[in-house]
């Protein structure tokens, strides 16, 4: 069965960074593409990142308003994907959710920046 | 990017009768490869999204067949046949057409 677990959410400071975690299971995430989508509290859904498959060459992209804070990496070995987030923001304060490209959806993780 | 427009943003429905939410993206959303990659997407009060449609009108395993995608283009349209207590929540259309892929504001559905 498909599944994709998040973690590494919490509570932290604005400047800080922070690393969140997806983990896949059911299938290879090397053989799909993967996007990272936040949601405000009480808000809309945002993509923030994308990562393509291997045989699609491994291609990340980032919406513009995120692209110099936020990285996605995988680790095919642990069938992982990541989500570095850098000098967090207030406006951070979201619920990120890993998704198959918005056929499949994790349960989220809670990152809240405050001071 | 790709700005998607719902109406309306809140419908209060009676159980047993029909729902229409509509979606207009502010450009055409059919690929280069001929489709058209709009989904819609299902979220209950603290739980995930949930993709009910995608490519504008097949339904997903396990959906009901109450729930039917329909349009073209820039207009797409989702019907709800007979509502029912547990569709309530709120209901996103999605493109995945255009980067980067973005999302309706939502409809809230709930029950009179």
């Known amino acids: 069965e498909v599944q994709l677990v998040e973690s590494g959410g919490g509570l932290v400071k604005p400047g800080e960074s922070l690393r969140l975690s997806c983990a896949a299971s059911?299938?290879?995430?090397?053989?799909?593409?993967m996007s990272w989508v936040r949601q405000a509290p009480g808000k809309g859904l945002e993509c923030v990142g994308r990562i393509k498959s291997k045989t699609d060459g491994d291609t990340i992209d980032y919406p513009v308003p995120v692209k110099d804070r936020f990285s996605i990496s995988r680790d095919d070995s642990k069938n992982m994907m990541y989500l570095q987030i850098n000098s967090l923001r207030t406006e951070d304060t979201a619920v990120y959710y890993c998704t198959i490209q918005g056929m499949r959806w994790g349960q989220g993780t809670l990152v809240t920046v405050s001071p | 990017d790709v700005v998607m427009t719902q109406s309306p943003l809140s419908l209060p429905v009676t159980p047993g009768q029909p729902a229409s939410i509509s979606c207009r993206s502010s450009q055409s959303l059919v690929h280069s490869d001929g489709n058209t990659y709009l989904s819609w997407l299902h979220q209950r009060p603290g739980q995930s999204p949930r993709r009910l449609i995608y490519k504008v009108s097949n339904r997903d395993s396990g959906v009901p067949d109450r729930f039917s995608g329909s349009g073209s283009g820039t207009d797409f349209t989702l019907k709800i046949s007979r509502v029912e207590a547990e569709d309530v929540g709120v209901y996103y259309c999605?493109?995945?057409?255009?980067?980067?892929?973005?999302f309706g504001q939502g409809t809230k559905v709930e029950i009179k």
């Open positions: 059911g299938f290879p995430l090397s053989n799909t593409w």
């Open positions: 999605m493109q995945l057409t255009h980067w980067p892929p973005t």
